[in-house]
């Protein structure tokens, strides 16, 4: 049971699955006036835990062959045989069949924004299923992937919305899970995945530009890639301020101040991440990795606090790491969702 459940919880990527699935609760708290009860919220969070155990699942699937070629990653379940492919498949398009008859069984009204929220879907799964099988084979694929992510934010939106009419909060929200997943896929995936990604004749950002590490597992950064990373957390960071500048009409000082402080810590931890020089140490690198996704999104449920309160907004933050530390105790090991 103890073996069965940790190939389970590495193929769902299970530590991290809560905090990779509040995109459509962002999404349906950042629509101002709407009042929302916990049942809608819990079953937007499901949508998003659906969607991200399709992607996790998908991923492994098209990437059985590449992750043969790395240590860590050839422990995942469907490359050591743990999980068969045929359940995998099955798993997956449970999945999708789950999404659809929540989104139909609970939120269907004859109203365009739920027509918009059945787009945002359907489009999500498309391109989030193009870039798994081909996302290896073209540069800026990792675009797909935020895209993807961020749609699920308007899916949020849309259903708790008859009119339709998203509010300028929840478009900073969308740009702001864009961007995340942009980064964590383009630039930290980049990195993480340098090792072996060259072996298996990936075209992405990172190889294109010129990031190598050695036998040595010594890392070389080229200027043009750190640009390109520097670029997406620096835009990710004045959008953080959005909406105290244009949208807020009253913002307490602690407010604005602990934002600056904590876009200020996230942009110290990447240049941080750029001078890495070595990937020997995969532990601590990945806990760097860990910590600026932490951090980075807090951005969203703080920006919420105006609009939902400095408790609620606390639980968008804290029930991620509560999840992770209760799958840690039940696996007894450290089962890393980016593995």
């Known amino acids: 049971m103890g073996k069965r459940f940790i190939a389970y919880a590495r193929l769902l990527r299970l530590s991290g699955l809560i905090g990779f699935s509040m995109a459509p609760v962002f999404g349906a708290l950042s629509q101002v006036g709407i009042s929302i009860s916990l049942l809608p919220l819990f079953l937007l969070l499901s949508l998003g835990v659906l969607k991200t155990i399709h992607g996790c699942v998908m991923n492994d699937i098209f990437d059985i062959d590449v992750d043969r070629l790395s240590t860590d990653p050839s422990r995942r379940p469907l490359v050591t045989g743990e999980i068969s492919l045929k359940t995998a498949y099955v798993l997956s398009i449970s999945t999708v069949l789950l999404t659809y008859m929540i989104l139909f069984g609970y939120f269907f009204s004859a109203q365009p924004s739920f027509f918009y929220a059945f787009l945002c879907v359907s489009i999500a799964a498309i391109i989030g299923n193009i870039y798994n099988k081909y996302g290896k084979k073209f540069v800026g ?15 949020g939106a849309y259903v708790v919305t008859p009119s339709g009419d998203l509010s300028l909060l929840t ?17 930290i995936g980049g990195l993480k995945d340098a090792d072996h990604d060259h072996l298996y004749k990936t075209r992405n950002v990172a190889i294109t530009t010129g990031v190598e590490v050695s036998k040595e597992k010594t890392l070389h950064l080229p200027k043009t890639f750190i640009t390109i990373g520097l670029s997406i957390r620096f835009f990710s960071s004045v959008l953080a301020f959005i909406p ?70 606390l639980t968008l933050v804290i029930l991620p790491l509560i999840w992770f530390f209760i799958i840690m105790v039940f696996s007894g090991q450290d089962i890393a969702p980016n593995l």
């Open 171 to 187: 478009w900073v929200v969308f740009l702001l899970i864009f961007t995340q997943y942009l980064f964590m896929n383009m630039i």
């Open 141 to 155: 694929s990792d675009l797909l992937v935020g895209f993807s992510e961020a749609l699920f934010v308007l899916v």
């Open 244 to 313: 105290f500048i244009y949208y807020y009409k009253t913002v307490q000082l602690w407010e604005l101040l602990f934002m600056i402080l904590l876009v200020g810590i996230v942009l110290l931890l990447t240049f941080r991440l750029f001078m890495l020089r070595s990937l020997a140490e995969r532990k601590k690198v990945l806990g760097l990795f860990a910590v600026q996704g932490v951090l980075r999104y807090s951005f969203v449920p703080f920006l919420l606090i105006p609009l939902i309160g400095l408790f609620s907004s």
